[in-house]
């Protein structure tokens, strides 16, 4: 399985952008699908959290800015990013877990002007 992370780019602070993730056959047994992002220079951090019951998590700096959504026909989570501010710069990645493995996808850059 791979999966195929897309939407980033650049964009003014306030903005929005929806990242994409398809993943290339469908996925059984899925745990969680979650986003992460790295800035540069520092680990990456997780962003948003999806558990296969639909409960979300999000980190503190994200909550009421970025939902994370899946489309399970599509093969396909998202993640809506609005109100974007500078430090939301980052490369932004997805991840499936389930009960075999974690499948993690390349990253999308996304870069917010101030």
């Known amino acids: 399985v791979q999966l195929q992370a897309s939407g980033g780019g650049l964009v003014q602070a306030g903005g929005s952008l929806r990242l994409s993730c398809v993943a290339s056959e469908s996925i059984f047994d899925i745990h969680f699908m979650g986003w992460y992002r790295q800035a540069p220079g520092k680990q990456r951090d997780w962003v948003a959290l999806m558990a296969s019951d639909g409960t979300t998590k999000y980190r503190d700096a994200v909550k009421g800015r970025f939902t994370i959504s899946g489309d399970n026909a599509k093969n396909t989570v998202y993640l809506q990013m609005n109100n974007l501010k500078h430090e939301d710069t980052a490369v932004y990645c997805c991840?499936?877990?389930?009960?075999?493995?974690?499948?993690w996808g390349q990253g999308t850059l996304v870069t917010v002007s101030s």
């Open positions: 991840a499936v877990g389930s009960s075999v493995e974690t499948v």
